[in-house]
Structures are given as C-alpha cells and as structure tokens.
C-alpha cells in the first residue's frame, strides 16, 4: 500500500514522470553575457568577503560586460580605420590611451605588445620659417 499523492525521489519538486524544464541561467535572467554563476564562484572561492549577496555577482558581471563592450566597440572602430579586418593588442591600447575615462582607468596598466602611442616632441621638429623670409632671398 502505498501513498499516491508522493512523488518519486529524485523528481526535483515536479510530478513523478513530468517533463524536465529548460533550466534558466541567472546569465539569462539578468539579460548579460558573462556568466554570474561562474563569476560568483569566483566570488566565493577568493575569500573577498566571507559572506557575498545573490546581487553581487550579477553586478559584477553587468559592470564587466559594460566595460568590455566599450573596450571592444572602441578597438573595432580603430581596426576599421587601420584598414584592418581583426582587433589586435595595438587597437585596444590606442582606444584605451585616447580616452579619458579608460586611460584614468587604466592608468598603471601595460598592454602586452601593444607598442606606446604616437608621438615627437614638438622640439624635434624642424622650425617653421615665415612667409616673409622665404620670399625674399
């Protein structure tokens, strides 16, 4: 005799038999790319805190995200104007150190072969001679 209205074990709160659910990453719920779980595992497992709320991480990885798709926006612009088809280290540092908010960002970084940005000393340049004098030899 047994009872009919228990389910079987292991059916994960649903009726025995019932069709599984496509499960719904809080990636998905919070419409981001990067992944909260993994970036909340991080969290945890870095001892940044000893306790990390369920918003945090899905903080975290929109602030990521957000900064991310600036860098890359930026850096494919750069390629598009260097007549190129693919986003090097060169790209991202030029988009980094010609904006403001990224280069006060990212002010003690080094970008691995990213090179240094273009630019001669307003010395070294030769001297403009005026109008006036080169008219009248």
């Not at 981001?32 to 970036?39: C, D, M, N």
């Not at 995200?65 to 090097?88: C, F, Q, S």
């Not at 003690?108 to 006036?132: C, D, E, F, Q, Y």
Request: no cysteine; charged share 25%; aromatic share 4%.
């Amino acid at each position: 005799m047994e009872a009919t209205g228990k389910a079987k074990k292991g059916a994960a709160g649903r009726k025995a038999g019932g069709p599984r659910r496509k499960a719904i990453t809080r990636s998905i719920r919070a419409g981001l790319q990067f992944p909260v779980g993994r970036i909340g595992g991080h969290l945890k497992n870095g001892r940044y805190a000893k306790r990390v709320g369920t918003g945090t991480p899905v903080y975290l990885a929109a602030v990521l995200e957000y900064l991310a798709v600036g860098v890359l926006e930026l850096a494919g612009n750069a390629t598009r104007d260097n007549k190129k088809n693919r986003i090097n280290p060169r790209h991202v540092l030029l988009v980094i150190r010609n904006d403001d908010e990224l280069g006060k960002f990212l002010v003690g970084v080094t970008n691995a072969h990213g090179g240094v940005l273009p630019k001669i000393n307003l010395v070294l340049l030769p001297k403009k001679t005026t109008a006036k004098e080169s008219k009248s030899p």
